[in-house]
């Protein structure tokens, strides 16, 4: 088995910012991927940004510039630094770790981490 948890959500003001971590633990042989997903209400699931096992990252046209992803290989986490916080950005934030099993990987997602930002 394999969880995930999020932390660092919450209620913050336009122009803020927020930091968001994720935890893999459990059975664990490898990780790939790792990344940040959110959804608002009446939303779609979008992309906010991602980030390789070897480093490269790529983001989501509406928060490229304003967020940043890293991650620690040694401790299976994930982090989202948020800056410049905009109304816009209001969604639940979905942590997303690519995990192998076997000659493959699956997809394994977090609980959800809400964020608030006001105007």
């Given at each position: 088995?394999?969880?995930?948890v ?38 779609q ?6 980030i ?25 986490t994930?982090?989202l ?5 905009k ?20 997809d ?12």
């Open positions: 088995q394999v969880q995930l999020e932390s660092g959500g919450g209620l913050v003001q336009s122009g803020g910012s927020l930091r968001l971590s994720c935890a893999a633990s459990g059975s664990i042989f490898g990780i790939s991927g790792m990344g940040w997903y959110r959804q608002a209400p009446g939303n699931r979008e992309l906010v940004a991602r390789t096992s070897g480093g490269s990252t790529n983001y989501g046209d509406a928060v490229n510039g304003r967020f940043t992803i890293s991650r620690d290989n040694a401790k299976n994930v982090n630094h948020m800056n410049n916080l109304p816009e950005d209001t969604a639940v934030y979905y942590c997303n770790v690519q995990i192998r099993r076997g000659i493959g990987f699956d394994y997602w977090g609980q959800g981490t809400q964020v608030t930002v006001s105007s």
